[in-house]
């Protein structure tokens, strides 16, 4: 079994992947922190031969797990952002600073559809792009929205946008504050995607696919009107493009990739963008 590990900032997720078959046999999440006790609700890790490892939380943290993992394990691959791999070319002045969470996203992006908008909805909402040569442009970071709902300390909290809520709902004028607070930053989060996906395309001259994933992926997904696929294991394609080790993997195949969007006319985004300055 391959052990896929993408340790984020407040959740630690996991996948088991059989070497032989490519299939994912099980998954899970816990809360990321230092220490990790291998129990319930972490996999059994005898029947691991590998792991790949993306983290973005502190540098003790994925010390304690590489540690960990060593002296069971016999292959640990850990990500690093580098100034260039699989044919993408890191977009940051300081390749390594850029969260390797997003590289990650962007190298599985790029392998799958050429150039992209890789948006990953976590902790922060992440808007990376890569041109169809190759070209990582950097991207933007905004607050995800359990962030922006706790910085607002409206004591709404603990009551979350509820996943299946549609659009629709959510972008009507909250009547209570619970509303007001989960539809306001609702509306902040789409509006900021569609705003930069569109400025960027006009910037750069070309219609770039979009792919999102991360936690908030499917309720964010509703209200972005621009085509776009949802990946949730876009990171960890990422993680399979770097490091291959199945049959599949080697002939390029990332698991759950979706299939990809067809991007509307540059000309549509141009005429959007004008729209949204008249206004
Ligand atoms: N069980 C859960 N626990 C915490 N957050 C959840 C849960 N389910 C969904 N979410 C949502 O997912 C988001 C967290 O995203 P995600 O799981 O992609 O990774 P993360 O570890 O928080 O972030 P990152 O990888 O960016 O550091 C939160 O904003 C929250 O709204
Ligand atoms: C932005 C986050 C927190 C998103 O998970 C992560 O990618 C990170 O810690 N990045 C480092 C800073 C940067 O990417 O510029
Ligand atoms: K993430």
Redesign the pocket.
């Known amino acids: 079994m391959i052990l896929d590990l ?1 340790i ?4 630690s ?1 996991w996948r088991l992947k059989d070497a032989d078959s490519s299939e994912i046999r099980s998954r899970g ?1 816990v809360w ?1 922190r230092e220490e990790w006790r291998p129990g319930a609700d972490i996999p059994d890790l005898d029947v691991v031969e590998a792991v790949r490892i993306s983290s ?1 939380a502190r540098a003790a943290v994925l010390d304690e797990t590489v540690g960990l993992l060593r002296r069971r394990v016999r292959h640990v691959h850990v990500a690093r952002s580098t100034a260039e791999a699989l044919g993408v070319v890191n977009g940051y002045a300081e390749p390594g600073r850029l969260g390797v ?1 997003r590289w990650l996203g962007a190298l599985a992006g790029y392998q799958l559809a050429g150039g992209c908008c890789a948006v ?5 909402i992440t808007i990376d792009f890569v041109l169809p040569g190759g070209q990582h442009l950097g991207g933007f970071i905004v607050p ?3 962030l922006m709902k706790e910085s607002l300390k409206l004591g709404t909290r603990n009551v ?1 946008i509820d996943p299946e809520s549609e659009a629709d709902e959510l972008l009507e004028p909250g009547r209570r504050t619970v509303d007001a607070v989960n539809h306001g930053i609702y509306m902040a989060a789409v509006s900021a995607i569609n705003r930069i996906y569109s400025e960027v395309c006009d910037q750069e001259g070309v219609a770039l696919p979009m792919l999102l994933t ?3 992926a499917r309720v964010i997904s509703r209200g972005v009107q621009v085509p776009h696929a949802v990946w949730p294991d876009m990171v960890y394609g990422g993680l399979e493009a770097r490091f291959p080790l199945t049959l599949a993997e080697r002939a390029g195949k990332m698991a759950g990739a979706p299939r990809v969007p067809d991007p509307v006319s540059l000309e549509k985004i141009r005429a959007g963008l004008a729209f949204s300055m008249l206004l």
């Open positions: 993408d984020g900032n407040t959740l997720k999440a990321t973005v969470d990953d909805c976590g902790s922060a995800g929205l359990r979350a991360g936690g908030d």
